[in-house]
């Protein structure tokens, strides 16, 4: 499975972190596995809810949870934040 190395901004928690994650999946897929991952990671500044959303952090723009991560372009060193 190829995966790529993101950064992804957590703004609840004031932290960055950097992650794997696979280029095949979709956004929605990656989305649940982050916020369960960062929930455990951000000592109760964050908890993950069905809202959660993840965005290209250089545009702002929302990343449409049924597309795969390769479609968004999404590669080493790109930047998302988790809100």
Same mark, same amino acid.
């Given at each position: 499975m190829s995966k790529v190395l993101v950064e992804v901004t957590l703004p609840a928690a004031g932290r960055a972190y950097d992650v794997y994650i696979p !280029?095949?999946?979709k956004i929605g897929e990656v989305l649940r596995l982050l916020s369960g991952i960062l929930t455990? #990671?951000?000592n109760d500044?964050?908890?993950a809810t069905?809202?959660?959303? !993840?965005?290209?952090?250089?545009?702002g723009a929302i990343l449409d949870v049924d597309k795969i991560v390769a479609e #968004?372009?999404?590669k080493n060193g790109s930047r998302l934040l988790l809100i």
């Open positions: !280029l095949e999946s455990d #990671l951000a500044k964050y908890k069905d809202c959660d959303l !993840l965005c290209d952090a250089d545009t #968004l372009g999404i």
